[in-house]
């Protein structure tokens, strides 16, 4: 299995699928700050109204991961999604290209995947124990946050990953109506622990997790 290219393949394919679309509703800009210009910030937050809806009907028809797919058969200038809508997608991908291995990393403000082989990752880790896996050739595919790099990286690429977005002026939705800087909401991640879900066995089959995860 080649990790590294897997999961950069998982990460293509998703944001390829939302790209052309509203994207998502939990990402917009501050008028007050950042180097974006005054039409990509009018234009972002204009599409995230729109996604905003768009997310919220798609969710309230969601109750298993195969009607969680009913993403896929709407028009491309429908299409939104915010980090779940993008794994899922991702993950879609992968079971059609029977890729194997891939884990579901799960907190409580966000989702991505994670290709990684036996052993595998513990059930539960705080994004500060992912050093622990240097040695590992186990590869993240977060394409919400567009990054693609070593399991152990994960936590700096996330932080220069805000750090970027902050100096456009990116803040990320906390509810309806509040949102923060992107480097405050990026330190939230660094908080309490991640649940690791097994989403592919080692021959590119969904587990039996897969389906009690979105069943949930």
Not at 114 to 123: E, F, K, N, R, V
Not at 175 to 202: K, P, V
């Amino acid at each position: 299995m080649n990790e590294m290219e897997h999961a950069r393949f998982l990460r293509d394919y998703s944001r390829l699928f939302f790209k052309n679309s509203f994207k998502t509703c939990n990402k917009t800009y501050s008028m007050s700050y950042g180097t974006a210009t005054l039409s990509k910030k009018v234009a972002r937050l204009n599409y995230s109204r729109v996604a905003y809806d768009l997310v919220g009907h798609y969710r309230d028809m969601y109750d298993n991961f195969d009607s969680f797919l009913l993403l896929t058969s709407c028009p491309r200038l429908a299409r939104a999604g915010n980090c779940e809508e993008y794994y899922g997608i991702a993950l879609k991908y992968g079971f059609e290209n029977r890729i194997e291995n891939i884990w579901l990393a799960d907190h409580e403000m966000h989702g991505f995947l994670i290709l990684a082989a036996d052993p595998g990752i513990s059930a539960t880790l705080t994004l500060n124990e992912f050093c622990q896996y240097e040695t590992y050739n186990y590869w993240v595919c977060d394409p919400w946050f567009n990054i693609h790099c070593r399991m152990h990286l994960y936590g700096l690429m996330a932080t220069l990953k805000s750090s970027q977005w902050e100096s456009e002026g990116k803040e990320i939705y906390k509810d309806e109506y509040n949102s923060e800087r992107a480097t405050l909401w990026c330190q939230r991640l660094f908080i309490g622990n991640m649940s690791f879900h097994r989403m592919t066995d080692n021959n590119g089959q969904p587990t039996a997790g897969l389906y009690d995860f979105f069943s949930r």
